[in-house]
């Protein structure tokens, strides 16, 4: 797959919620494939929102279609004194940054939606979908007052969520459920409550 790299002439490029971007050469990337980069980029979001609510995450192993188990212990849940919720991770440079609308489309494998949207559960799911850059070069920005990820990180709990296609089916993720740390503190709150995320 060949990357689009910034043109080295002309006037600095804007990338939105960045400053302009310095003209340089462009780095001489590692040989690993783009969607490999792609997953460890969007465990690092995950990481980085976890750090920030307070909670603890595992990796189950083996991997049995998902990806992450997220905790978090808090004296005022009334089920447990910490609770725990699955979270499956996707990626996708396929969607714009901003989607128009009130959702953006997604498909997944029937047999991963049907893991997803199994109902009821001891251990809720939900699904995470990154909207990244096409290319790399714009994934990330440093600087000494932040790190900047681009794009962003929704979710959305598929339980109950029909099968529709002959081998795959689309959902529709909320642009309004954005994944940062006061949303998994949401959810959190609301699993330990005894309710859903």
């Not at 990337?29 to 990481?47: F, I, K």
């Not at 939606?113 to 799911?125: E, G, I, N, Q, Y």
């Amino acid at each position: 797959m060949v990357l689009a790299q910034p043109d080295p002439g002309g006037p600095p490029a804007r990338a939105e919620g960045f400053g302009p971007v310095e003209r340089r050469n462009a780095p001489l990337r590692g040989s690993l494939a783009t969607t490999a980069c792609m997953e460890t980029l969007q465990v690092g979001y995950l990481h980085a929102v976890a750090a920030a609510a307070g909670c603890s995450l595992s990796q189950p192993f083996p991997d049995n279609g998902i990806d992450w188990h997220v905790s978090h212990g808090a004296a005022a849940h009334t089920v447990d004194d910490e609770v725990t919720i699955k979270v499956q991770l996707k990626c996708t440079y396929q969607i714009p940054p901003h989607p128009a609308g009130g959702a953006f489309s997604f498909t997944l494998d029937n047999a991963h939606l049907v893991k997803l949207a199994r109902t009821p559960v001891s251990v809720h799911k939900i699904l995470v979908v990154m909207i990244v850059p096409r290319s790399q070069d714009e994934w990330l920005s440093a600087g000494p007052g932040s790190l900047d990820l681009r794009h962003c990180c929704y979710w959305t709990n598929l339980a109950g969520h029909a099968v529709t296609g002959r081998y795959r089916t689309t959902v529709r993720i909320p642009t309004s459920r954005i994944f940062d740390d006061r949303a998994l503190c949401d959810i959190m709150a609301r699993v330990g409550a005894g309710g859903r995320p």
